[in-house]
């Protein structure tokens, strides 16, 4: 696949990002506005190396960011359609600028010829500055790594792939949103997925339907919801900085001063110090489980997540069958007819699915018509007011962080 610079990933919005990235910027711009912390990248597939070709084209990339800004039409539209964005945040956001200063990027060859090997990124600065890099950085590295490294790929039967696969969620009574933009093949392909979606959320009568995309740009120019919850950063940073005896629970009860008054964004992650800690947390504060509208599953095996919420809110004496569950882990079609089909002989009456990278590079090799795969890489909370951050989940694959505060940790919940 032949690419120009005239074709380097840079965002040309600073909405081209997830929701989650700025519902929570706000709360820390009201909570924590002068907090330094630290993030690192991870690359969860050490067989899949870099060029240095890919990594300096990611660079110059990167060094671009600074030109990034919101615009006086976009700020028109979040106010009108995110109305929990205060003015004082859409002020903030609007004067916002990317300092790629933050970044620091290192590349390690591998290779007898130097041109393969290891990425390493930092990112170091204000937390309210620096929340907003992740998640075009890593759109961004992916679609450069698909530029140089792997290139037998392109875009023929795209939008009908992203179609196909919306019409059988939404002719199966699925509710979905579009999840992709961290782990996209490019800016190009989240779009042709969104707006297949969008065409066949229009053509196809359910009893789902389409939630919205997680992408704020895209939910602008298809005229969708954007979508989004409390993410692992804001458990994991509030946790570093008022400890993790009932994390879950401080972390909560933060986000309700923000977010209280609005239902949508009170479905709560389960599974930052695994969801087994969370379960004890809402056992300890069971208010909790009466006034947020819902949960999402993100690691672990799916299936048992809806059983084990059930007996949770039973045993609480809490009505279960309004609650919210989102399922957002590796999810392809088959599981979630699968889940949806389980959710609703248990009875949930509003379950969703928030699919990713399935959507949004699900690619084969033009020449041979194997599966080509994406990247598998995070970026995560490093530090945080210089204390170590930590993430557990219920895949032991995605424990990260400073192994002898995730000991503290598993001492703290009897894990």
Not at 163 to 181: D, H, I, N, P
Not at 239 to 261: D, F, P, R
Not at 292 to 308: C, E, I, N, V, Y
Not at 382 to 394: F, I, R, T
Request: net charge negative; proline share 3%.
């Amino acid at each position: 696949m032949s690419t120009s610079l005239d074709d380097i990933a840079v965002p040309f919005s600073i909405l081209d990002t997830d929701l989650y990235k700025l519902t929570m910027q706000q709360a820390v711009l009201q909570q924590y506005p002068n907090l330094g912390v630290t993030y690192r990248f991870k690359n969860r597939n050490t067989s899949a190396l870099f060029s240095r070709h890919c990594v300096e084209r990611f660079r110059t990339a990167v060094s671009t960011f600074a030109t990034i800004q919101l615009t006086k039409d976009e700020r028109e539209w979040l106010a009108k359609s995110c109305p929990y964005f205060t003015p004082e945040y859409l002020d903030y956001l609007e004067s916002y600028r990317f300092k790629p200063e933050q970044v620091k990027i290192k590349y390690t060859s591998l290779t007898d010829d130097k041109l393969q090997g290891n990425l390493d990124i930092d990112i170091a600065g204000p937390w309210v500055e620096t929340i907003l890099w992740e998640v075009p950085l890593m759109a961004c590295l992916s679609e450069c790594y698909f530029q140089t490294v792997f290139t037998d790929w392109n875009y023929d039967g795209q939008e009908e792939l992203a179609y196909a696969k919306a019409k059988t969620l939404l002719q199966a009574g699925c509710r979905v949103s579009e999840f992709g933009t961290r782990r996209r093949r490019s800016f190009k392909t989240q779009d042709i997925v969104v707006g297949a979606f969008a065409r066949a959320s229009r053509d196809v009568a359910s009893s789902g339907g389409l939630s919205g995309t997680s992408n704020v740009y895209l939910a602008q120019k298809y005229d969708l919801s954007p979508i989004g919850t409390i993410a692992h950063e804001w458990f994991m940073g509030i946790g570093a900085m008022q400890g993790y005896e009932h994390a879950n629970v401080t972390a909560l009860k933060q986000w309700e001063k923000i977010y209280g008054s609005n239902p949508s964004a009170l479905v709560a992650l389960t599974d930052t110090f695994t969801t087994t800690a969370f379960v004890k947390d809402l056992y300890a504060d069971p208010e909790l489980a009466h006034t947020w509208t819902g949960l999402r599953q993100d690691s672990g095996d799916p299936f048992a997540f809806a059983p084990r919420f059930k007996e949770v809110y039973q045993s609480l004496h809490i009505p279960f069958e309004d609650k919210v569950l989102i399922f957002s882990d590796s999810l392809n079609v088959e599981k979630c007819l699968g889940l949806k089909s389980q959710c609703d002989e248990l009875g949930f009456a509003k379950v969703s699915f928030g699919i990713g990278t399935f959507l949004t590079n699900d690619f084969k090799f033009a020449s041979t018509g194997e599966k080509s795969k994406a990247l598998n890489i995070v970026i995560k909370l490093a530090s945080a007011g210089g204390n170590p951050c930590v993430k557990l989940s219920d895949d032991l694959t995605k424990n990260t962080g400073d192994l002898e505060t995730v000991q503290h940790i598993k001492k703290i919940y009897g894990l």
